[in-house]
């Protein structure tokens, strides 16, 4: 797109009135949902406008939510020692308060904000009485509802079955809607997905100026990856596969230009949130900021959600020095991949290393750990650096990605001579070797490294952990939390825990300790939310 508009579909819906009972004719000058949708370029400019809802408008929205949600695995900490952690700790901490988290409220609040706007638009682009060829309006109607089986898709992972508001409801209407299973949350979404898949253009038919618009492509992929979700390995593999044959995308040669502002919805980029720099608004990835150093000069971030020692075990363990060099900065290191102005960044910080190295505290934040994937290149920020001023985009579905969950289908079903040579692709890549020779249960296990090693920290992590069975027979996330998993005793024991995570416990390296299988496998309904339906929503078990 020319340029993404925030939250723009909302600002339309708010201004638009219908005329009081008493009134003969719409005041004069008012837009109404009856005659807003008047013009080709009117329906447009809605659907463009439902776009913003993939990360509304500021940093705490949505994108808080997603790190908190990377929180709740074994790549990530809290971070931030300095301020209260409050916000997250009951869900990070598997506390049983979940309900209040006010992130997740959020999260859930707008995620049906965005779903409102996308509801309006299908309908009233379906109905509207206007020159506009079918071609055209199928596929306004088909970004709308690809955005609202995104959307659903979001919230069926985190929480459950959710309500499905499929139309323009009363708010008594709305109140009184109970939830609806998992299967029927599913059934809605890929119904979305399939219009989408079927009106929807290829990427390489898009024009430059409607490059980040839905594709026939990023309905294939999210499609696929939600019938992974559910175990559905034939309808997966066959999706997934007819993504792979249309040979739309392919990986970057270069793993680290998939965070490179430069190689913005490149080959790679099934779907990515997009965003452009504007000194006068609020227009950027907030990620830089958020998740950003702490108490390093004037490149302060907030450093809320910053990776582990554990996960930097994992990338030592492989030998993955390529992607573990694209995905941590480390207090010391003496470069920053794709930073050209590592001297520049250092001086900043006023050299607190003393030795020309990169400087994070290991008191401010519970490791001196950030993110690289969401570091933003001293050249490629702009002349404001804030939470809502950086110009990176994000991605949200990249082929790798694609690739990883086609194999991982494929082994389910038996089918290891075609899965292999997948991830060995994505290894390849990262100068790793090929896992051709892998069958069964031991390709299996390496599909799901490779999954955490490709990546991390892009949110994709909790879903993974909560889906896979391991061979004990439980979830894979009950192997990592409680009093008995794996990261919890890792940073627990002294002589397996890294130094200076064991050394600051203003965030307690047992986060993780209180994980119950009986309730933790999703996240509480907001109980905001069940309040406003009256009990129409019931709580997910366990909370």
């Not at 779903?115 to 109905?127: L, R, V």
């Not at 299967?183 to 990427?203: C, G, S, V």
Request: hydrophobic fraction near 35%; glycine fraction near 8%.
């Amino acid at each position: 797109m020319k340029k993404y508009i925030i939250m723009a579909s909302i600002a339309i819906a708010a201004s638009l009135s219908s005329c009081n009972d008493f009134l003969d004719e719409p005041a004069r000058g008012e837009q109404n949902l009856d005659n807003f949708f008047s013009t080709q370029e009117a329906c447009e400019n809605y659907v463009t406008g439902c776009y913003g809802g993939i990360v509304q408008d500021d940093w705490w929205q949505v994108y808080n939510p997603w790190l908190e949600m990377e929180m709740c695995t074994e790549n990530a900490w809290m971070g931030n020692c300095t301020q209260s952690q409050d916000d997250f700790r009951s869900l990070v901490a598997y506390m049983p308060n979940g309900q209040d988290n006010g992130p997740s409220s959020n999260f859930y609040q707008y995620r049906y904000k965005a779903i409102f706007n996308t509801n309006i638009a299908i309908k009233y682009i379906s109905e509207a009485n206007i020159p506009m060829s079918d071609e055209i309006r199928n596929r306004l109607v088909a970004e709308a509802r690809f955005l609202r089986g995104y959307y659903y898709f979001e919230l069926v992972k985190v929480y459950g079955g959710v309500p499905l508001v499929t139309k323009l409801l009363t708010p008594g209407e709305a109140e009184g809607q109970g939830r609806a299973t998992i299967e029927e949350t599913y059934n809605f979404i890929a119904n979305d997905f399939r219009f989408a898949i079927k009106h929807l253009p290829q990427k390489s038919a898009q024009s430059e100026s409607e490059m980040g618009r839905a594709t026939r492509g990023a309905a294939l992929g999210l499609y696929g990856k939600a019938l992974v979700y559910q175990g559905k390995w034939k309808q997966a593999a066959d999706t997934l596969g007819l993504l792979v044959e249309e040979g739309e995308y392919d990986l970057n040669p270069d793993y680290g230009d998939n965070f490179n502002p430069e190689y913005k919805n490149g080959m790679e980029s099934v779907f990515e949130v997009q965003h452009m720099y504007n000194e006068n608004y609020n227009l950027g990835c907030p990620l830089g900021v958020i998740a950003g150093n702490r108490g390093a000069g004037d490149q302060d971030g907030w450093a809320w959600g910053i990776p582990t020692a554990y996960l930097e075990h994992q990338f030592k363990l492989e030998g993955d020095n390529v992607r573990l060099r694209w995905t941590i900065i480390k207090n010391g290191d003496k470069e920053i991949a794709g930073e050209d102005d590592f001297a520049a960044i250092v001086e900043k910080q006023g050299d607190k290393n003393e030795d020309g190295s990169y400087y994070i505290s290991n008191t401010d934040l519970k490791s001196p750990r950030i993110f690289r994937k969401y570091y933003v290149p001293l050249k490629d920020r702009g002349v404001k650096f804030d939470q809502t001023h950086c110009p990176n985009n994000w991605p949200i579905l990249r082929y790798s990605d694609v690739l990883l969950l086609y194999a991982e289908a494929l082994n389910e079903l038996g089918l290891d001579a075609q899965a292999a040579p997948l991830v060995s692709k994505v290894r390849e890549r990262v100068g790793l070797g090929e896992v051709d020779h892998l069958t069964g249960d031991e390709l299996r296990q390496a599909i799901r490294k490779e999954r955490n090693l490709e990546l991390a920290g892009e949110f994709h992590h909790l879903f993974d952990i909560r889906r896979w069975i391991d061979t004990n027979g439980k979830p894979v996330v009950a192997n990592l939390m409680g009093p008995d998993g794996k990261f919890v005793k890792w940073n627990t024991n002294e002589e397996t825990a890294d130094p200076d995570e064991f050394a600051n416990q203003r965030e307690q390296s047992d986060e993780g300790i209180n994980f119950d299988i009986n309730r933790d496998m999703l996240w509480p309904i907001p109980l905001i939310e069940i309040e406003r339906s009256h009990g129409a929503i019931v709580q997910n078990p366990g909370w």
